[in-house]
């Protein structure tokens, strides 16, 4: 009988959960905090899955509430004044870890800009080092190709003189 009472209530419970609130639109500012405490187990959906936000609370209600709420702070882990002491002692000391870390890290971000910039201003020079020397070897061509016809021409004069 356990077994089935507490299937009922798991299948039930997300049943209701999977379920949209029908008289409360998402687009409401109160939706979330609603639908948190259906979820919490505060409060819950009737069947036809209505909240009925203007229904009154029961004392009875109220007293099941309080205890649900008391029961999640059970839960809840509990910090004494060590903890508290450890909790301030750890963020005093990592504090300056955290902070030179963080400098270095935007130190090697600057870095970065600067070598992608340095990285872009060669890729630029390498391009036009590039074309100077292609209209160069152009150049050097047409040269190499005149001297060949003046080595030729001479020759011929010196062949057609003698």
């Given at each position: 009988m356990k077994y089935a009472i507490l299937f009922s209530c798991l299948f039930?419970?997300?049943?209701?959960?999977?379920?949209?609130?029908?008289?409360?639109?998402?687009?409401?500012p109160?939706?979330?905090?609603?639908?948190?405490?259906i979820k919490r187990g505060y409060?819950?959906?009737h069947n036809n899955?209505?909240?009925?936000?203007?229904a009154p609370i029961s004392r009875k209600e109220m007293?099941?509430?309080?205890?649900?709420?008391?029961?999640?702070?059970a839960k809840a882990p509990h910090l004494n004044t060590s903890n508290l002491q450890e909790l301030s002692h750890l963020s005093?000391?990592?504090?300056?870890?955290?902070?030179?870390?963080?400098?270095?890290v935007h130190s090697f971000n600057q870095s970065q800009k600067i070598l992608n910039?340095?990285?872009?201003?060669?890729?630029?020079?390498?391009?036009?080092?590039?074309?100077?020397?292609?209209?160069?070897?152009?150049?050097l061509k047409k040269e190499r190709q005149w001297l060949w016809m003046g080595i030729g021409a001479?020759?011929?004069?010196?062949?057609?003189?003698n």
């Open positions: 039930i419970s997300t049943s209701v959960f999977a379920n949209t609130i029908n008289d409360i639109s998402k687009s409401s109160e939706y979330n905090a609603i639908s948190q405490s409060f819950n959906l899955l209505h909240f009925n936000p203007q007293a099941l509430i309080l205890q649900k709420l008391h029961q999640n702070q005093k000391t990592y504090k300056h870890e955290l902070s030179d870390v963080l400098s270095q910039n340095d990285q872009t201003t060669l890729q630029n020079d390498f391009s036009h080092l590039e074309n100077s020397l292609a209209s160069e070897i152009v150049a001479s020759l011929l004069l010196s062949i057609v003189s």
